[in-house]
């Protein structure tokens, strides 16, 4: 198959990395990719938002399968576009049309969601920049945390969680007055705060049948013991050690299931990834959000663990023959830490050298903000590279991925030092 894979990050270096193993894949592309995709395939120069121009690529180079990355080109309605286009109706596409993306889209719409379907979450009431005053009043009736989510995308840092009312009331308003966060805070979801233990859970489903991928837990946070301001993704493991046969069962069961019963109830076209955020409380699992993609860093440690052809699944969610494709597990842990750019996530630089490549061994680095010129790797962007290892425990792969890390070498170099670190009691 000839097959392109849309975004620049981790995810989709990972995305290739696994795709890139299968007999079925004969040519495969990225775009636009970064240095690492570019080891594994070609890379393109498309913009994500020029539905066009990758309709171009696609006829000219005879492409059998798109692999969307980002939850942007989802939002945006680019499965519609080719779904509508008979040209490319033999076509195989992994993401949901426009409507079903709106589980990440809106978060107003995903809780909603959750309640016609009886999944787990917390109680929640959306507002708008009219209805502020009864927000503040909302809060006034929960006990702190107080947790704020921009209803719309806001690059995985539209969520504040404040433990003070006042500034959780002023922070309300610089969401939905002063826009804080752009048009995806115009509407803001105020939610009770759950008090657990986050982990994600991924599932594959062609809308109808489902496969269910490696867990995985992953670290928000810039600063170490989860402090400082939201990131894209610090440092992810998988499997997490405190999944045990009955909270297993309680996600199958209480969020997995009627999740996919729900799109298949409600004929929401879905035949792609749905990233389910939970929070274990007591051992019982509460639904924090709903992506339609896969999470970056978490792929960078889920890819790593699945043995069985990625082809071969996805074949069969865009044929709608999931239940006939079992994914196999790798029994081992997978670890991966991030390196960003001095600053981020607030105001970085680019284009730093990076070194130390050929010094790394036991772990597979994954390219996230990278580019090459003039036969250098430079950093371009603020998430730069995600080394990612294996072992026999989350520990032993923790040990492999902090030893690479340290053999990168760039100006500003900055990562977690504790991931995992909340684990280390199981």
């Given at each position: 198959m000839n097959i392109l894979i849309l975004g620049s990050g981790g995810r989709e270096h990972a995305f290739a990395w696994k795709l890139n193993q299968s007999p079925k894949t004969n040519q495969l592309f990225i775009a636009p990719g970064n240095a690492g995709t570019a080891l594994l395939g070609e890379n393109v120069p498309l913009a994500l938002n020029e539905f066009d121009e990758i309709a171009n690529f696609v006829r000219a180079n005879q492409i059998d399968m798109?692999?969307?990355?980002?939850?942007?080109?989802?939002?945006?309605?680019?499965?519609?576009?080719?779904?509508?286009?008979?040209?490319?109706?033999?076509?195989?596409?992994?993401?949901?049309?426009?409507?079903?993306?709106?589980l990440e889209g809106s978060k107003e719409f995903a809780k909603e969601f959750m309640m016609r379907n009886q999944v787990p979450t917390a109680r929640f009431k959306s507002f708008t920049a009219s209805t502020l005053t009864e927000g503040q009043s909302f809060l006034e009736n929960l006990k702190p945390p107080y947790v704020l989510k921009a209803d719309g995308l806001a690059g995985g840092k539209g969520v504040l969680i404040l433990n003070d009312l006042e500034e959780a009331k002023l922070e309300l308003k610089t969401m939905l007055v002063d826009a804080k966060f752009g048009a995806a805070s115009s509407n803001v979801v105020i939610e009770e705060y759950l008090d657990g233990i986050e982990m994600s859970v991924f599932v594959l489903t062609d809308g109808a049948n489902y496969q269910i991928l490696p867990e995985a837990k992953d670290y928000k946070r810039i600063g170490e013991g989860d402090t400082g301001l939201n990131t894209g993704g610090m440092g992810a493991v998988s499997p997490v050690p405190f999944m045990n046969d009955q909270l297993e069962q309680r996600i199958k069961n209480k969020i997995v299931e009627p999740s996919v019963r729900g799109l298949k109830d409600e004929g929401i076209d879905y035949k792609g990834f749905l990233f389910i955020g939970l929070m274990?409380?007591?051992?019982?699992?509460?639904?924090?959000?709903?992506?339609?993609?896969?999470?970056?860093?978490?792929?960078?440690?889920?890819?790593?663990?699945?043995?069985?052809?990625?082809?071969?699944?996805?074949?069969?969610?865009?044929?709608?023959?999931?239940?006939?494709?079992?994914?196999?597990?790798?029994?081992?842990?997978?670890?991966t830490v991030m390196l960003v750019a001095e600053g981020?996530?607030?105001?970085?630089?680019?284009?730093?050298?990076?070194?130390?490549?050929?010094?790394?061994?036991d772990c597979i680095a994954f390219h996230a903000g990278t580019k090459m010129e003039n036969g250098k790797i430079l950093t371009n962007g603020g998430r730069i590279l995600s080394i990612s290892a294996l072992g026999e425990n989350f520990k032993d792969a923790l040990a492999k991925s902090y030893r690479n890390a340290d053999r990168i070498k760039y100006e500003g170099k900055y990562y977690r030092k504790d991931i995992g670190f909340d684990l280390m009691e199981y």
């Open positions: 798109i692999l969307v990355g980002p939850e942007a080109p989802l939002v945006d309605g680019i499965v519609d576009y080719f779904r509508e286009a008979t040209e490319f109706s033999k076509l195989k596409i992994i993401g949901p049309a426009k409507y079903g993306a709106r274990i409380v007591d051992n019982e699992p509460f639904v924090i959000e709903y992506n339609v993609r896969m999470g970056d860093p978490e792929t960078e440690v889920v890819m790593p663990r699945i043995k069985s052809d990625m082809v071969d699944h996805l074949i069969a969610c865009a044929d709608g023959t999931l239940d006939t494709s079992v994914v196999e597990f790798e029994q081992n842990a997978a670890t981020y996530p607030e105001a970085y630089e680019k284009g730093k050298e990076m070194t130390g490549f050929d010094h790394l061994g």
